[in-house]
């Protein structure tokens, strides 16, 4: 495998995370990709677009809290690593949004690294079950096949391992 190809792969499975949580969590998932827009300015390697249904601010901050940890410890299970998401440079856009959502949540700084602890051990539970990593790795497979997966493509990858999807 080239260094190219696993970059690739462990992009996807990244991707995957993101996707997989958003769905679960009552998300829509319009796109999801590993081969994202590079006239946006940015330097990315995948990109999950996802649209909330017309909820709480405070459940959907929750989510996204969720949603943005996930990618990372996605990833971080692929590689079978345990490493603290904020040290990882490559995971400074999402560390940032997990802070951006604790911040709306929490309004001391305790409360809020607090809340993260919290999410991130949730959210690493969740991937460890045997169905939700299946959905991970199914997703994961249809990026590397595919590239970019939209809104019924992901819906079909998943809608076997989890239970609460989105429509």
Excluded: C
Excluded at 24 to 42: A, C, T, Y
Excluded at 66 to 79: H, I, M, N, Q, T
Excluded at 89 to 116: C, G, N
């Amino acid at each position: 495998m080239t260094v190219e190809d696993e970059i690739e792969e462990i992009t996807a499975y990244h991707e995957a995370g993101h996707a997989v949580m958003a769905a679960v969590l009552g998300g829509r998932i319009i796109r999801v990709s590993i081969e994202p827009p590079e006239d946006d300015g940015l330097k990315r390697f995948g990109e999950s677009i996802v649209s909330w249904p017309v909820s709480s601010d405070a459940a959907i901050y929750e989510a996204e809290l969720k949603v943005s940890l996930a990618g990372p410890v996605a990833e971080l299970l692929y590689r079978s690593e345990y490493a603290a998401i904020e040290s990882i440079p490559e995971f400074a856009a999402d560390w940032q949004r997990v802070i951006e959502s604790a911040l709306r949540l929490k309004p001391t700084k305790r409360e809020q690294l607090d809340l993260i602890s919290r999410a991130e051990s949730w959210v690493r539970a969740f991937l460890n079950q045997t169905r939700h990593w299946a959905a991970v790795s199914a997703v994961a497979d249809e990026l590397l096949a595919h590239h970019t997966l939209e809104h019924e493509q992901l819906q079909e990858s998943i809608s076997f391992w989890v239970e609460s999807v989105a429509d």
